[in-house]
């Protein structure tokens, strides 16, 4: 194992160990990071390197550690972000370039990035962008928005600068964005974010060896089996099939694991144990690759990867034909899964694994596949069919039997095969419905001699349609056949209303829509072969079978240089890297969980409750506590007295034994010597519950039951009554929308280290708000909060979920610290972390709009609900929000809002960036919409005919210059090519049935605050050591949006002094007291006029001295300043903007400023999957002056991305038990790198105006989110298109997320007319929306 090249001897392998907590735990390796333990996110990517002794070829892949057990290790060379480049040494032109390009935030997925595009340079120095886009398909960001992680991988490719995609000859900066004229802006000056000019060139020659010891020792050392015996467990690793065999018949109960990505995800979910392991190693006959006459052979060792580069090299070489099986398993390779696990995954394992989801089953199925078993009795052949897929034991291998290969046939002439799938992502996402058909005509006569369909994700296993195949031979292959098919596949391909997984009558309509588009596609085929015979298609046909648009990515940054007049070394307005940019690439940043395992620490997993609503008769905690390691469990008992603590309105309990009122509360806490001793332990605590009633869930629930927290919130504005009565129109709808998880990619994690004196402690904890961890600690220990100091360095972001929850987590952690007098670690798992903590609030709201029919709105009366979860955490803050922000950019002459938080039995939902504003400001532009059908305009219009104009006044009155705002909204039309790209979009929609575009522009207006003068103060600590060197300390956390980086540019302008003179070490209760949450996109705006009054303070103290030797240095300044006495420390203080707000007269001044911006969006659906395509998103934003562009246009595209996620693909999942199945990136979709839209266009509004904030800046953490409905609408116009041709004509009711079932289901058409409908009422469904 290296890392730089450093040998490894592992005396005491435990079999159960996985490769991620070796490096991290027992190597200090901690760059490679845990982001979900899964193989689903990418954070623990290495790459793994093993020499072929027979081809004497070295393979390079990237693998998940989180899924290699170290015993699969042997021989190979494992290369970590460590062994890529460090800042001791050198750094790798990957780390530099990802750095520079700003490609990293909260740098925690970064080294997994890294990892991937390294090993991708390994193998291919100068990749293809879509080599580029595949090898990260599998890596998790949630903060950049992966634009500019593909910007530094362009820099590697052949060409970069450019979408790389030559149609007709011509290139993308020749023909203009999106084949329009582009805008001609009128600051044309805009420089580039990074420079190319400066990066260090990629030298394949550089790269570290592999290591000759490993060479010699796969050519020269007799290989035998391996066997590795640790406590539990035992693992054997035969060489030869053979020795293989041998084992399987001693050990007939024993996987063979091969890339352990069926077997690792479920020993670590769902608990199953194997006493004895049975890993092949280098077995040759298992990677064997034979073109025989009738097919090809391959290997059941070979990864899937492999298998891919082997059917493409196929493909290439026989005629078309031939390869018809060989074509579709090679595209769904393509989306299966990421490239790590790809390279990882064998075909054997997948096979024989049978999941109900596989993608290849379905095609090796219906491509006559023959399985190659081999046992002690010998070899023998089985059919890969329906009962072999279904486990019938007769069909199925025997006990003693392995798969040693599998034989693909070639396909006739007169043959097709297609694959179908649709997953909630394209990438990296398990299909809801995928499926595999081949049809066989025989020369001549299109009469269906044979028809196989087999599909995936509709039942327990594989299912194979074969009583309906059966029935359709003979018939001839045309429009009756194609009727009679679907209702024949219906009927046999059933699926119960209950089905797990849910979406039934989506996945109904896809089986017969995948249907449909196989016999579109081969109606084509048949013509092209026969055109006299087959007349095919009419042409607006066709685009079913075309793949939605995929054009590689191209994106730009507008925003404005700094005043030629600035001083060059003046950082402010610049596009300076994030601090911690080259730390994160190379994996030296330290996260909460990367400090070392202390002295005698301790660590604490949490045991939650399993009902929603339920008495807690007795917990039994002996079996648990009996356990080697398990040193104590925390109940409420032991926290008798401060069992509960008050950060907002109401106090919240930390643990619960008496009544539980979700899933997921916490109820008891095991701590053990180690992580896996307490996880076990905490599996061992028998709880038994007597359920109560009512279960409430649903905001519907909720209303039906009048369960709400207290606190009613209501604006009124003119007369809305009165002004109903004057109007045109009405209008009443209502809009739901789901909830999200944050899904920052460092989960929960915290460290309290007692000090052993004074009763001190020391709280290491990924936290935005230090202050209430120091406060909930001090008041669950009894001690002043003088006594608790509390650190953080960076977060691995938060997004608003590290504040309440891990005060709670924290507390109990510092308790049972506290009480053993031993350090003691929480980190949470990825599956604990969503289960526990809450995420933004579901909303409905319900809308009553007066407008005439030109338009304009005369009255709007809003009611919001949001499902606030068991206790009230933010929701009311949350609501409030939500009520003062629903005109959004919009003159509403009357207007009314209403909210109520709903008291459910779900975790308690919280902040999540844009704070109820996101959920708002939907049901108004939803509302609009509406308003915009009624009257036949575009919604654009009535948006632009309502929005605020130049000087106004809010709902709350308070005074709005919304110059800015229309400006944007101009800028947006006109860089966007609005008018023309409408009617491009409208010719494309006449031309094409099945696939329709969709065109929307959204409007910004984002009040910055929070609504109180003391939530807004700020303080930060500058100290000048003798030796000129400066120490910034301020109240803020660097969660990734590049506070540190910001307050450093502060500090060198004010003290005239260059960057690299100043340090900033993180954050801390010990350094500035009482600071507040770092939060609603104020953390650089506030601590910035903190740190740069402390600045002020010590430049005017030093001001004599610099004076007096004014050519003299920093050093010398300091000294002599001392020597005055002169003190060189200096606290900075902001009191916070005047902001105020009085809910009983609806009126005040409850924002700082506004940020506006406009977005529009252009997207391709497809009618008959669900499928979207994001192709062209343009923004512009009013941010005032930058203080760093580069940070600035981060956080932009980076909340655009995570808001379209909101919208579009992230979608919960709770049983009606209220228990949330969406636990993981395997079952809960944030955006990939594929789903970045093709063009992405970001510009800031030339600054026109100063203020009183930071340099005339303005906050940007979160106004983006609510961009990403530019995509919501985009589909509904996409929608609406598909629904109007098909002439339906009435109302469009879509909820939020649109997901690809939503799409489907609302592009109505004879397939959903024909799926069985299930009266509501008579199932109790999977899942149900809360
Ligand atoms: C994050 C993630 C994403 C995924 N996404 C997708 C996806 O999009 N689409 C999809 O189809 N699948 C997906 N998968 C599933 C994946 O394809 C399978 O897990 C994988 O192919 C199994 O191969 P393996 O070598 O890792 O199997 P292992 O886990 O090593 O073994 C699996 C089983 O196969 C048996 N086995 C293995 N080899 C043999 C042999 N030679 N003879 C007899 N028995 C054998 C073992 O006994 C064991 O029971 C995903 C998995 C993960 C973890
Ligand atoms: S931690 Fe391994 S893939 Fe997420
Ligand atoms: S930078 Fe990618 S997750 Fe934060």
């Not at 935030?105 to 580029?132: A, K, W």
């Not at 429009?479 to 699926?495: F, P, T, W």
């Not at 109606?523 to 066709?542: C, F, H, N, W």
Request: charged letters at 20%.
């Amino acid at each position: 194992m290296s890392d730089s090249v450093n040998k490894v001897i592992e005396k005491n392998v435990d079999p159960e160990t996985m490769l991620l907590p070796y490096l991290r735990k027992k190597l200090q390796l901690t760059g490679t990071k845990y982001g979900c333990g899964g193989g689903g996110c990418g954070a623990c990517t290495v790459m793994i390197s093993r020499y072929n002794p027979i081809t004497k070829r070295i393979r390079h892949y990237p693998a998940n550690a989180c899924l290699l057990p170290i015993c699969s290790l042997h021989g190979a060379a494992v290369t970590t972000v460590e062994g890529v480049g460090s800042t001791k040494a050198r750094i790798h032109p990957v780390q530099e370039r990802v750095a520079k390009c700003h490609g990293t935030q909260c740098g925690f997925c970064t080294p997994g990035m890294v990892m991937s595009i390294y090993t991708l340079l390994r193998n291919h120095p100068e990749p293809t962008l879509d080599q580029l886009t595949d090898a990260l398909g599998g890596n998790l960001c949630r903060c950049t928005g992966y634009r500019p992680i593909i910007d530094a991988c362009k820099t590697f490719c052949k060409t970069s600068g450019c979408c790389q995609s030559k149609e007709n000859g011509v290139c993308c900066l020749d023909q203009g964005i999106n084949e329009l004229p582009e805008f001609e802006e009128g600051n044309k000056t805009s420089p580039k974010l990074f420079s190319e000019e400066e990066f260090l060139p990629l030298d394949p020659t550089q790269e570290l060896i592999f290591p000759p010891e490993l060479m010699i020792m796969a050519e020269k050392q007799p290989q035998r089996t391996r066997v590795f015996v640790g406590d539990r467990m035992t693992w054997i690793s035969p060489v030869t099939l053979k020795e293989l065999l041998e084992a399987k018949v001693k050990y007939p109960q024993a996987p063979i694991v091969m890339g352990n990505t069926s077997v690792g995800p479920e020993v670590r979910f769902k608990g199953t144990f194997h006493p004895v392991i049975i890993s092949p190693d280098c077995i040759e006959e298992l990677s064997v690759v034979n073109h025989a006459d009738d097919g090809l052979t391959l290997g059941a060792g070979l990864s899937l990867a492999q298998v891919k580069e082997i059917l493409a090299e196929v493909i290439q070489k026989l005629p078309e034909e031939k390869t018809q099986t060989y074509h579709a398993v090679w595209k769904h390779l393509g989306t299966l899964a990421g490239c790590q696990i790809r390279n990882m995954a064998s075909l054997g394992g997948h096979i024989v694994s049978r999941h109900l989801d596989s993608d290849l089953n379905p095609l090796l199925a219906v491509g006559n596949c023959t399985l190659n078993l081999l046992s002690k009795e010998g070899e023998r052949q089985i059919p890969l069919n329906e009962q072999f897929l279904t486990k019938c034991p007769s069909a199925d291998l025997k006990p003693g039997e392995i798969l040693v290969s599998v034989n693909i046939p070639y396909s006739r002439k007169w043959e097709f095969v297609s694959a179908f799938r649709q997953a909630q992502r394209q990438q990296n996402a398990l299909a809801i419905v995928n499926s595999g058909m081949r049809v066989f005509f025989g020369e001549g006569g299109g009469i269906i001699r044979e028809l196989s369909i087999a599909y995936g994700g509709v039942g327990p296993t594989t299912i194979c349609a074969k009583n309906s195949c059966q029935q359709l031979i003979g018939r001839p292959w045309n429009e009756e056949m194609l009727d009679a098919a679907c209702r024949l596949i219906l009927d046999e391909v059933s699926l119960p209303g209950w089905a797990p997984g849910g979406k039934v009558e989506f996945k109904r309509t896809l089986v017969i829509s995948f249907f449909f588009k196989f016999y579109l596609k081969v109606s084509q085929i048949l013509k092209t072969m026969d055109p006299v015979r087959y007349p095919g298609l009419a042409d607006k046909y066709e685009s079913a079978l075309e793949d939605l648009h995929s054009r590689n990515h191209w994106g730009t940054s507008k925003y404005q240089d700094v005043d030629p007049k600035q001083l060059p070394q003046d950082p402010i307005g610049r596009p300076i890297m994030h601090l911690s940019g080259i730390k994160h690439t190379t994996g030296e940043a330290i996260y909460c969980d990367d400090m070392p395992v202390l002295d005698g620490e301790l660590f604490l997993a949490f045991v939650t409750s399993s009902r929603a609503h339920a008495e807690i008769v007795s917990i039994d905690l002996s079996e648990a506590l009996s356990l080697p390691g398990v040193v104590d469990i925390v109940t409420e008992e032991d926290l008798r007295g401060v069992n509960s603590f008050c950060l907002l309105i109401e106090p919240e309990k930390l643990l619960e034994t008496q009544e539980v009122s979700c899933v997921g509360q916490l109820v008891c806490a095991v701590v053990a010597d180690s992580e896996v001793q307490a996880k076990r332990a905490a599996k061992r605590v028998k709880i038994v519950y007597q359920d109560l009633e009512p279960v409430i869930l649903t905001i519907e629930e909720a209303i039906r039951h009048h369960s709400f927290f207290q606190g009613e919130r209501k604006l009124e504005y003119g007369n809305v009554d009165e002004a109903f009565k004057v109007v045109d129109q009405i209008l009443e709808g209502e809009i739901h929308m789901g909830g999200q998880e944050h899904f920052y990619m460092e989960t929960q994690s915290m460290l309290a280290v007692p000090k052993g004196e004074d009763q001190e402690m020391d709280v290491y904890v990924s936290s935005q708000f230090p202050k209430y961890i120091q406060a909930i600690v001090a008041s669950t220990l009894k001690v002043p909060a003088n006594k608790i100091m509390c650190h953080v360095k960076r977060l691995g972001g938060a997004f608003g979920g590290k504040v309440t929850k891990t005060g709670i987590l924290a507390a109990i952690t510092a308790f049972a610290a506290n009480k053993h007098g031993r350090p003691v670690r929480c980190i949470l798992e990825r599956g604990e972390d969503m289960l526990i903590t809450g995420g933004r609030h579901p909303y409905l709201g319900k809308y009553k709009a007066g407008f005439m029919n030109d338009g304009r709105i005369l009255a709007l009366d809003v009611e919001h609900y949001c499902n606030g979860g068991a206790t009230l955490d933010e929701s009311l803050f949350v609501l409030e929000t939500g009520v003062l922000k629903v005109d959004n950019a919009y003159k509403f002459p009357n207007l009314r809002c209403q909210g109520w938080a709903c008291k459910t039995n779900l975790p308690s939902n919280t902040a999540l960036r844009g704070f109820g504003f996101p959920q708002s400001g939907l049901i108004t532009e939803n509302c609009i919409t509406e308003v915009a059908a009624k009257c036949g305009l575009s919604p654009e219009k009535v948006r632009m005919m309502n929005m605020y104009k130049e000087i106004d006044q809010t709902p709350y009155k308070q005074e709005i210059d919304a110059t800015n705002l229309i400006q944007c909204w101009k800028e947006c039309m006109a860089t966007s090519s609005y008018s023309l790209r409408k009617v491009a979009v409208e010719k494309f929609n006449s031309e094409n049935y099945w696939k329709k575009k969709g065109l929307a522009m959204v409007p910004l207006k984002f009040p910055v605050g929070f609504g109180s003068t003391a939530a807004c103060q700020a303080a930060a600590l500058v100290h000048i050591y003798l030796d000129g060197s400066v120490l910034v300390t301020h109240g803020g956390i660097e969660m990734g949006q590049g506070v540190h980086t910001k307050m450093i540019q502060v500090a060198s302008r004010e003290l005239r002094m260059p960057m690299s003179n100043v340090h900033l070490r993180g954050t801390s209760t010990e350094t500035v007291p009482n600071a507040n949450v770092s939060g609603a996109s104020l953390v650089a705006d506030l601590n910035g006029l903190a740190v740069k009054d402390a600045c002020q303070t010590l430049l005017k103290r030093l001001e004599p001295i610099i004076s007096k030797n004014p050519k003299g240095t920093w050093k010398d300044w300091a000294q002599a300043a001392f020597d005055e006495s002169i003190s060189l420390s200096a606290t900075g203080y902001f009191r916070g903007y005047e902001t105020h707000m009085n809910w009983e007269t609806g009126e005040g001044h409850p924002f700082a400023y506004f940020v506006f911006g406009a977005a529009c969006s252009e997207v391709e659906i497809d009618c008959l999957t669900g499928a979207h395509k994001n192709i062209r998103t343009d923004i512009v934003m009013d941010i005032g002056h930058s203080i760093n562009p580069a940070l600035d246009v981060g956080q932009i595209e980076g909340a655009f991305i995570q808001g379209m996620g909101l919208y579009t693909i992230e979608e919960l999942k709770y049983s009606p038990q209220g228990v949330l199945f969406t636990r993981g990136p395997d079952q809960y979709k944030i955006p990939a790198v594929s789903d970045v839209p093709t063009e992405l266009h970001v510009s800031f509004l030339p600054p026109s105006q100063n203020s009183n904030t930071l340099y005339s800046s303005k906050g940007l953490g979160e106004p983006g989110v609510f961009l990403g409905c530019s995509v919501f609408f985009a589909i509904h116009d996409a929608v609406r298109a598909a629904r109007q041709e098909r002439g339906l004509l009435g109302p469009l009711k879509l909820d939020s997320p649109l997901t690809p079932e939503k799409i489907r289901m609302a592009c109505e058409d004879k397939f959903t007319k024909m799926i069985p409908r299930d009266e509501p009422g008579s199932y109790v469904p999977w899942n149900i929306p809360v």
